[in-house]
């Protein structure tokens, strides 16, 4: 894929104004489907003021970046994942798209620039939103909205404006072939594993379409409402999946003060009446035959060290200490993402003992690097006895080779 730059071509305006154009824009944006849904829910709901259906969607909009919200005397700080992945792509590509139009120097200099002029601005309108959405009680800290701000604009201001000057890919280039193979590598373990626990957890919502049903009916959301509470849901989805996937590591989850849910026992009190939470296993011991989907984090970290070793663009074989260490390289890296995916995944879900849910951290994000990492170390190697294998079996049917030994 060609860089942004390349494509759009550029007039060469300065790096900070691309960044704090772009960091408005796509707070607008962020703010503009935030609102759209509220509204939504407050058409169907018949209650309240346009107003307020706005200045919940923007609590919301700034409850996906890790803002929290301060309800009384709590914080619930737990993070939408659906909605924390739509701010940030949002924003990686409009600061991708920005930078690249206006033609941003590709260099990491510059790249700097822009990310610390978006960091700037972005802090200051969530800041500013914070300040102005307060609602019934419900209401964001403005420093809170600032912290979160400067720490998602800086880090995606640099992916984005990385990506739209061209620095991305010249940095990943530049990368040996096997180093670039494990970045790959490391990327398809941690997907796969995500993909599982996701199939976990439709599979276990079909499973109890039942109760899925009796909450929503309990609900009554109406046609407008059904549309906003579906969007909700799948919001939250993501958590879910990767809650599943500290299950698969061995810790489990809580859902609530005194709560485990694991592979193989389920201890629940009152659960949130939201439908997607029908997923949540019901509280006692759960199929024996779940506990097989504790081997797929080994799997996955397998999977991950196997394509860094195949996938590596040489054809000379290494050796079997350099693929196992790059092989575990894609495991660790594989790890650290669904370690980072489970950081982000918990959290307060309101007052008493929902104060505690989430993944057990930080024991599941240790076990999820050390765990991929030995699968990624036991894939690189069966990549090397693979290859060596094929090589040896090229070398006993190749022409010159055998006419070389029978010369002698």
Request: glycine content about 16%; overall charge positive; aromatic content about 4%.
């Amino acid at each position: 894929m060609r860089p942004l730059r390349n494509r759009l071509g550029g007039s060469g305006r300065p790096g900070w104004a691309a960044g704090a154009t772009a960091a408005v824009a796509a707070a607008l944006l962020g703010l503009l489907v935030c609102g759209g849904l509220t509204v939504v829910v407050w058409l169907a709901a018949d209650t309240g003021t346009a107003g307020g259906a706005l200045r919940g969607g923007a609590i919301a909009w700034l409850a996906a970046h890790g803002s929290g919200v301060t309800v009384g005397q709590t914080v619930i700080n737990a993070i939408p994942l659906g909605l924390f992945l739509l701010a940030v792509l949002t924003l990686h590509s409009t600061v991708a798209r920005v930078s690249a139009g206006w033609g941003v120097a590709n260099g990491v200099r510059e790249v700097g620039v822009v990310a610390s002029s978006c960091a700037v601005t972005y802090a200051a309108v969530l800041a500013v939103v914070a300040w102005w959405s307060p609602l019934d009680g419900a209401a964001v800290q403005p420093w809170r909205a600032a912290v979160a701000g400067l720490l998602v604009g800086a880090v995606f201001g640099a992916s984005g404006a990385a990506h739209g000057s061209g620095v991305l890919r010249r940095q990943y280039r530049s990368l040996p072939p096997t180093g670039r193979s494990a970045l790959r590598g490391g990327i398809v373990g941690a997907v796969a594993l995500v993909a599982l626990a996701g199939v976990l957890v439709v599979g276990g919502l079909v499973a109890r379409a039942d109760a899925v049903g009796a909450l929503w009916s309990g609900l009554r959301p109406g046609l407008l409402g059904g549309i906003g509470l579906l969007l909700v849901c799948l919001l939250v989805l993501p958590n879910l999946v990767l809650w599943t996937v500290a299950a698969m590591l061995g810790p489990g989850y809580a859902l609530g003060a005194g709560t485990s849910v694991t592979l193989t026992s389920s201890t629940l009190g009152a659960v949130p009446a939201l439908p997607v939470l029908a997923a949540v296993p019901p509280a006692g011991p759960r199929p024996g035959w779940l506990i097989a989907f504790a081997a797929a984090p080994l799997l996955a970290g397998a999977l991950a060290g196997y394509l860094a070793v195949e996938g590596a663009e040489r054809r000379a074989l290494g050796e079997l200490r350099t693929d196992v260490v790059a092989g575990a390289g894609a495991g660790v890296f594989a790890g650290s993402l669904v370690g980072l995916g489970l950081l982000l995944s918990g959290g307060s879900l309101g007052p008493g003992r929902l104060g505690t849910s989430g993944p057990d951290l930080p024991l599941s994000v240790l076990l999820a690097i050390s765990v991929l990492a030995v699968g990624g170390a036991v894939g690189a190697a069966a990549a090397h006895y693979r290859g060596r294998r094929g090589a040896d079996d090229d070398a006993t049917s190749d022409p010159a080779s055998q006419d070389s030994t029978s010369s002698v």
